[in-house]
Each structure stands twice: as C-alpha cells, then as structure tokens.
C-alpha cells in the first residue's frame, strides 16, 4: 500500500485541481485561476516569514513522467518502496492511456520584471507576515509548490488506505528546494538564508520589521531574476550577496574563535568578493556600456553589497567596488538621469544607497553634487519625499538603514564638496609658494572668496535644517542620529572653512553637545550610526576631553556592528593627529595602521 498526502492550493474558498496532460492556461476553467497567478516559491522563518512568489507562465505545463524538472534540475517526486509498484493519483477525467498517474509540474523560474515594483500580481508581503504570525514553530527551510490532488483521488486513496492490512513502507514525498535553480551549492543557500534572516537586519539602524526592511524589500526580487549560469550579472550579485552574509557570520564568530586573525568566513568572504569582481568584469568585457537597465541595476547592486562589505570587514581595497559603482552610475548621465529613465523604488533604493556610501569616504563625493534635486521627488500621492512634512514617517529608506534626512545626507554632501575645494587651494598655494604667478595668486583669491561665502550660506542652513529636525515629529531615535551629523558638520564648516579656533568655547560647546548624544544613546542600548560622529567630534576635542572619547570609544567598541579588530583599531587611532597633519600625510598614516576605510 501506498499514501500520498492531498494538497492544495486555494483563496478564499476556491480549491483549485488539475488533470495530467493539462495547460495550466486552459486549467483556469476547472478553478485553477490563483494557480496560474503563483505559487509560492521561498519562506524563510517565523513569524518573520517572507514568501517569495513563484508564477506559472503560460507554457508550462502538467507532465506524467513522475519528476519535477526546474531549469534542466530533476529531483524524485515520489520515492517508492522497491517492493511496491507506484500508485497512481486519480484525477477528474481518466488520461488517454486509462492509468491514473501522479501530477508533477515542470516549472521556469520568472525572470525578474522591471514594473515588478509598481505591479506585483501576487499575495503581498504583508498579508504574508500577517497569515504566518500565528505559526506555532519556524520555517526553515523554503516552501515548494503543493502537488495538487482532486477531491476524487483523495477519498479513492483514502478508502484504499483503510481497507488496507499491509505492513509496506509508506511513501515520502520530496521537496524541492527552490534555491538550487540560483545556487549551485548547499554552503551557498544555507548562507544566502543567512543574509535573509541575519544579514538583512543587521544592516538597519532603525528596528524594522521583515516586510519593511528596504534591504529584503529591493534586493531579493533582483538576486533570484534568472537561475545560476544564465547570467553573470545575476550571478555576480548574488555572490556579492552571500560575501556579506559569509563576513556577518565571521565577525558574529570571532569573539570566540582561539584564533580570530584566521577566520575561515573571512576568507571565504574575500574568496566570493574576489569572485563576485571578476564576474562584474566579465561582463563589462561582454557587453561594454551597452547593458540593459536590469543589467545595470544588478551591477549597481554589486558594488554596493560588496561596499558595505568591505566598510564593516575594513577591507584596504574599499576604493575598487566604489569606483566601479560611481562611474558606473555616471556613465548611465548620472544618478538623476537613471533614476528618470528607470523610476522603479528598487532602482532609487540601489542609487541611493550608493550615494550614501560614497558620503562616509575622505574625498568629494562622486555621485552626488551641490544640488541634488533627484533626492526629493514625489511619491503617489504627490507628497515630496523627505521633505519635513514627511519626517514623521520612517518608511524612508535612508532613515531606515542610516538613520539619515534626506535633507541632512544633501548638506553633508555639500560639506564634503567644501572640504575638497578647501584641500584643492591649499595643494595649490603650497606648490605655487616659490613661484609666485600673479594669474595663479588671483585665482587663488577668487576661489577663497567663493569658498568663504559658500560655507557662510551652508552653516546658515544646517542651523535652520537643525531647529526643522528638533521641532519635527519623528522618534527621539531619528532627531539624536540627525541631529548628531548636522552639529558635526557645522564644527567642520566652522573650523575648517571659516577659520575659526577649535579651542572656541561655541565650538567646543558644539563638539560637547555631540559627545552627550553619543553617550545618551549607548546609555539607552543604542549604537549603530554613532561610530561616525564620535569619529569626527575626535578629531575637534581640546586635550580636556580626550579621556571621555577614549571611554566612548572603548563602550561602543564592545556593542558595535563592525569587524571587532577593525574597531580596536579605530579606538586606538590618535585622532588628533588628524586635525594637524596634512591630507596626504593623514591618508598614509592611517594606511599603515590599517584605519583608512569609510567609517560610519
């Protein structure tokens, strides 16, 4: 005897069949409409499940041959006794053969959708979380499509397993995982489940939950697009994907390692970094400039994986996926121009993101410019996006995973354009020195005015934007965490451009405001986002306050979300030599105590 479980498929109340030999187009007459719509393809666990939607497309069809088949993969549907012979399903209707045979399906994965964002047909993520917040244990593992099995089969099968007295092995039905069309190996898809549900909400700075988490929300959809070793763009992102996931377990490890200078997740991290580049540069070579917009989108996602990738784990080579990233982003017309051809959230998130990790380097961002009227567009409604009208809702991305205004994130772009044009004069003042060019001296001058008058108009705002995001309606959390990187950067405006003494008592009053928001926060349990504005306010302290950054630096180091040596490091990195020395001089020092990396 033989059993095989009844599944089905349903909304509502319409239970859905299907016959062997039978289109799934045409099934839609016998109630199988909500299965052509989809079927469920991946859950990660709890009740912070996701559930990643997988739909039959018009050609597939139900096949008899007793396997399922995905992208050329088979794998046993029913695994059979040798000593009996299989049991056959019954369906409506008798196959022209006259046996009843079991119904497998032979699927394509659908290839990724670029109105994905605007018109996803199938049950949303949050009605998702919502129907699974009541399941009693985790799911660990992906959900595959049902068999489906009509009411006739089941009551034959079951009178069948009644009448029955034999003592033969029962049937199993196997399950196939969904992710071995996208990885080749078990190591990757157990990682690839770890970014799902570890990585991901690690990158946050703002607690949110799984249906909101921008990093699910617009990575996920692009990283299963095509299976593996259909596309090197696909496969390049996914491995960017799991490099991080691979550094995430490595440094959650490491404190317990005997010996943590040889991780072996951080070197496999660097392994699927390595990899990941040079899949980037096969296709470059394939294709040139000459790449579609998902293909450009699944690039852009790369180097932003691989970005924060190397900031967290301190990689000395950070430099390389940025450059790619950023001219990447430019040779499309830039970020504004992108984002107008392309206008997709998935697409604003990956250009965004970007923006955000090309702010936290040490010279004049590549991607964003003085003004950036790409950053504040209009929603559905025709509300404007990250304006103080919209502060109170923390839906915004760069809130999410920075704790960030858009307007702040714009005035720090400012800052850093200021602070380069600022290096700029001096390299050329001090090579001119000995020569003494009266057209050389003019333009100098010039240049000092503009600069002058530029970060006047700039501190004037960053006050205003200040009071806005003190008087705002949004969480404690946000107004500490912009608040923080506002008042940092009117100390540099002030002390760097303005020419103003650090040993100020207005400044130092400044530089004392941020170092009270820092140690309120830990002292609340918060850390993430504050490593940037302590790093900052080190450079400014008068020798009065070097023992109480020493101390902050020494409690955020035991809490924070970065590679624990790496932070060691920074703890102990004299910060003061920072605010004398020259660029080039700072730059080679801290290239030597291996600290130069984007901090934040």
Known sequence: MATVTQSRWSRGNDVS??????????????????????????????????????PLRADHRIDTEGSRTVHGIQRSVLEASSTSSPQLLSTQGTPPDGQHQAGTIETSMPE?????????????????????????????????????????ATRAISSQSQASTSNQPL??????????????????????????????????????????????LHTIRLALGKPYGQDVYHDAFRTALISLASLDLGMKCSSTLQHPDDNTMYNLSDDQRTTALELLGIGDALNGKHLDLNAVDLSIGTTLALAVRDRLA?????EEPMT?????????????????????L???????????????????????????PWLFWQDTGGNTVGSCEQAKDEADHLTVVYGWSRQALQACARSMILHDEHRQIGSLKERHLKYGYAVVDSNIKRRELLLFNRSKQLTEEVQTLHLQTMLSMTTPRVIRSVSCLLICLEVVILSSHLGQELNQKHIQAKVTTVLDMVDEAMTEGTHAGF????????????????????????????????????????????????????????????????????VF
Not at 184 to 203: I, V
Not at 314 to 318: F, T, V
């Open 17 to 54: 069949t299907v016959a062997p030999g039978m289109d799934v187009v045409n099934a839609k007459q016998g109630g199988c409409d909500v299965m052509k719509r989809s079927l469920f393809a991946a859950a990660v666990r709890g009740k912070e499940s996701i559930i990643f939607p997988q």
């Open 112 to 152: 990724y959708s670029a109105d994905a964002d605007f018109n996803w047909p199938f049950v949303s993520l949050t009605q998702t979380v919502t129907y699974l917040e009541n399941a009693q244990e985790r799911i660990a593992q992906v959900i595959t499509p049902p068999t489906f099995v009509s009411e006739s």
């Open 171 to 216: 049937r199993r039905i196997k399950q196939l995982d969904p992710l071995v069309a996208y990885f080749p190996s078990t190591e990757q898809r157990h990682l690839f489940r770890h970014f799902l549900n570890e990585t991901a909400s690690s990158l946050v700075v703002i607690p949110t939950s799984v249906e909101k988490n921008p990093w699910l």
């Open 314 to 318: 301190g990689c000395q080579d950070w």
């Open 324 to 344: 790619i990233g950023s001219n990447l982003i430019n040779g499309q017309g830039g970020p504004g121009a992108y984002v107008d051809r392309r206008p997709t």
């Open 346 to 372: 998935q697409t604003r998130f990956l250009i965004e993101q970007m923006a955000c990790e090309d702010i936290l380097v040490f010279v004049a961002p590549k991607i964003m410019t003085w003004d950036n």
């Open 531 to 598: 490593l940037l504005p302590l790093v900052w306010m080190a450079v400014c302290i008068t020798p009065d306050k070097k023992a109480r950054v020493q101390h902050l630096f020494w409690e955020l180091r035991q809490h924070y979300y970065l590679e624990p040596a790496l932070m060691e490091r920074l703890a102990r990195f004299d910060w003061e030599y920072y605010a004398t020395a020259s660029t080039d001089t700072w730059v080679d020092e801290m290239r030597n105590t291996n600290t130069y990396v984007p």
